[in-house]
C-alpha cells in the first residue's frame, strides 16, 4: 500500500466522486459508501470503471440514518473525507439537521473506535459562513458562522440545506475537539464544473441557468462565488496530507457579477439562446447579495487553484454534450 487505505463518505455525490478519481490517481486505496436502494441497486460503474478502482476501490452500502453502517467502511483507514449529505425530504428542516447531525457525530465516533484513523476532513459549505446580515461589500473569513435566525427570515431558497450544515459543522469540530480528533472542515462555494456520473448535479445546473434558460435562478448568480470541481477535491487532499492544516477552510476562486458572467458566455456560447439579464429585477438582485468571501488562509497553506470560469463552464458544457443534456 502506497499511502494508506481513506474513506469518503456519499462516494456517489458529484465532489466525493471527484475526490475518490483524485485519491485513486494519488496512490491511496479508498473505501466508499454509497446508499442502497431497495428498489434497486445504483449504477456506480463511473466509479468502477475509474483508472486503478478495480485493485483500489471498494464499494459500502451505508446510511446516514444508521451511523452504525458506516463502521465496515471507516475500519483500518488512516483518513475519513465525510462529503455525504442528505436530499431533500418530506422531514421538517428540524428532522433533517438533527439526522444529518446525528449521522456525522456517529461516523466520527466510529473513526475514534478504529484506533486508526488520523484525520477527518469535512465537506461543509460556503453556506455555514456566510449567511449572518453582513453587508455585501465586507469581505468575512472562516471566523464568520451562519446565523440560524437570519437564514429563517432572510432566505427563500434551500434554507434546509444552509441551516443543516451549519449546524453539522459546528457539531463535528465540537466532537473533534472533546475528543481530541483532527478535524478540517472545507466551505466550497459554487462548485462548477465537469462531472462523472450520468446526470448534471444540482449545483452546475444552477450556476449553468443561463445555458439552460432558467431565468427563475438569475438572482442567486446575480454576484456569485465559484471553484472547480477538481480544485475542491485537490483541496480535500491538500488538507488531508498538510500536517499544521487546522479548523475551517474556505474554498472559492473566483466571484464573478452576471454582467460579466452574461458577457462571456454569450459571446462564448451564441449557439445559446441565453435569455437577457435585463428580467433580473434589481431588488431581487439585492436579496442574494451576501459578503465576499476570501479563501486567504487555504491559499496561506501553500494551496493553489488551477482554474478560472472560463475553464468551469468549458468544462461542464462539455460534459453535458457528452451526456446528451444540452
Known sequence: MEKGIVCVTGGNGFVASWLIKRLLEDGYYVNTTVRSHPDSKKDVSYLTNLPKATENLKIFDADLNKPETFEAAIRGCIGVFHVAHPTLSNDSVEVLTEKTVKGALGILQACVDSKT????????????????????????????????????????????????????EKAILEFGEKEGLDVVTIHPTFVHGSFLGPECPKSVRNVMAMIF???????????????????????????????????????????VPIEELYKLLSTKY???????????????AEKMMFPKVS????LGTGFQFKYGIEEMFDDAIDCCKRNNII
Open 117 to 168: 484513523v488520523k484525520k477527518v476532513v469535512y465537506t461543509s459549505s460556503i453556506s455555514a459562513i456566510m449567511f449572518n446580515g453582513k453587508k455585501h461589500t465586507e469581505v468575512i473569513g472562516e471566523e464568520s458562522w451562519s446565523d440560524i435566525d437570519f437564514i429563517n427570515s432572510r432566505m427563500e431558497f434551500g434554507a434546509w440545506y444552509h441551516i443543516s450544515k451549519t449546524m453539522t
Open 213 to 255: 434558460g432558467d431565468t427563475h435562478l438569475y438572482a442567486m448568480l446575480a454576484r456569485a462565488p465559484f471553484v472547480h470541481v477538481d480544485d475542491v477535491a485537490s483541496s480535500h487532499i491538500h488538507l488531508f496530507e498538510h500536517p499544521n492544516a487546522v479548523g475551517r477552510y474556505i474554498c472559492s476562486k473566483t466571484e
Open 270 to 284: 451564441p449557439e445559446y439562446e441565453i435569455p437577457n439579464i435585463d428580467i433580473l429585477k434589481p431588488e431581487d
Open 295 to 298: 479563501s486567504q488562509k487555504l
